[in-house]
């Protein structure tokens, strides 16, 4: 019993870099993914399983066809890991400091669709002219995205995301409403036009994956008793500005993201005939971000972004 104990004092225990790439392994399953994820070469991502293989004498994590999974072993300890994890991080969260300027750290962030063309062009732009060595990286919202915010493998989770819940802190950055996109100098597409011309008009109806807000179409069946001749339907708002400005279809689209895409083709927005279905957008984020110098700053940048 004696000689077994030795042996096991002898393996040590894994050191917080050596958690921190388990841990990564666990959640992305790839030595180069998690190498990019950590800014280390995967040489000592390797080196580091070796040493977490010997400390727990199991592999851990085994390649496969999507990557490496982890084994029963990985299974079992990786909430245990994860909360030392955390508990390391917090620990240091309150004396840090974070100066933009100098900063190397990578953000994950996750945010819709609309949120990558309305707020991405000018948070790119802050980044690059205040902090030129942060990193942001965006993250599709999916049904997992509360998971993600709580395991911390989030910063940062941007828009209208009703399923967020009540463990979250949240900021309220704007009110965003829908308005009428179509081609300069539609023949059809008139401002105060009688709602019922308005419907007949060839729609293209936009349906991504994922979305939280009622559809518009749907608010108008309920409030005008009608429904809008859709003539197209896409799950994606990619390109449809080029669709709009080569046609007659017009589109219902949050009034932000019919600015941005004027930038990219002849296009005109008017009001809506009818009065407009409206949803907030926050940003959400974790409490155990609260105190972290770096995720405060660019909570603050992503609302100068938003609200100016």
Same mark, same amino acid.
Do not use: C, N, W
């Given at each position: 019993m004696r000689g077994k104990r030795k042996d096991e004092d002898a393996r040590g225990f894994p050191d917080y870099r050596q958690i921190s790439i388990f841990v990564a392994l666990f959640e992305v399953s790839g030595i180069a993914r998690v190498a990019a994820r950590l800014g280390m070469n995967p040489s000592t991502?390797?080196?580091?399983?070796?040493?977490?293989?010997?400390?727990?004498?199991?592999?851990?994590?085994?390649?496969?066809?999507?990557?490496?999974?982890?084994?029963?072993?990985?299974?079992?300890?990786?909430?245990?890991?994860?909360?030392?994890?955390?508990?390391?991080?917090?620990s240091t969260l309150a004396r840090d400091a974070?100066?933009?300027?100098?900063?190397?750290?990578?953000?994950?962030?996750?945010m819709s669709e609309i949120g990558?063309?309305?707020?991405?062009?000018? !948070? @790119?732009?802050?980044?690059? =002219?205040? +902090?030129?060595g942060v990193s942001l990286e965006q993250i599709e919202i999916t049904a997992d995205t509360p998971w993600h915010l709580e395991s911390g493998t989030l910063d940062l989770v941007l828009g209208h995301v009703p399923t967020m819940g009540n463990a979250v802190i949240r900021q309220r950055l704007y009110r965003e409403y829908y308005v009428c996109l179509g081609r300069a100098g539609h023949p059809a597409l008139q401002a105060g036009m009688p709602v019922a011309?308005? !419907? @007949?008009?060839?729609?293209? =109806?936009? +349906?991504?994956?994922?979305?939280n807000r009622q559809r518009w179409e749907d608010y108008a069946a309920e409030k005008l008793g009608a429904r809008p001749n859709i003539r197209l339907q896409q799950s994606s708002f990619a390109g449809i500005e080029h669709l709009l400005a080569d046609s007659d279809l017009v589109a219902v689209v949050p009034a932000r993201l019919s600015r941005a895409l004027m930038r990219f083709a002849p296009l005109m927005a008017i009001d809506l005939p009818f009065e407009s279905p409206s949803y907030i957008v926050h940003q959400h984020w974790h409490p155990r971000h609260k105190k972290d110098a770096g995720a405060t700053w660019l909570r603050k940048a992503l609302a100068r972004v938003a609200q100016g």
């Open positions: 991502v390797s080196m580091a399983l070796a040493r977490l293989r010997d400390i727990y004498q199991d592999d851990l994590f085994v390649r496969s066809a999507v990557g490496m999974i982890p084994t029963i072993k990985a299974e079992s300890i990786y909430p245990g890991l994860k909360q030392a994890q955390q508990l390391l991080q917090a974070f100066d933009p300027a100098s900063a190397t750290r990578h953000f994950r962030v996750a990558v063309y309305v707020l991405m062009p000018h !948070l @790119r732009a802050l980044l690059a =002219s205040e +902090a030129p011309e308005f !419907l @007949r008009l060839p729609h293209l =109806s936009v +349906a991504s994956r994922g979305r």
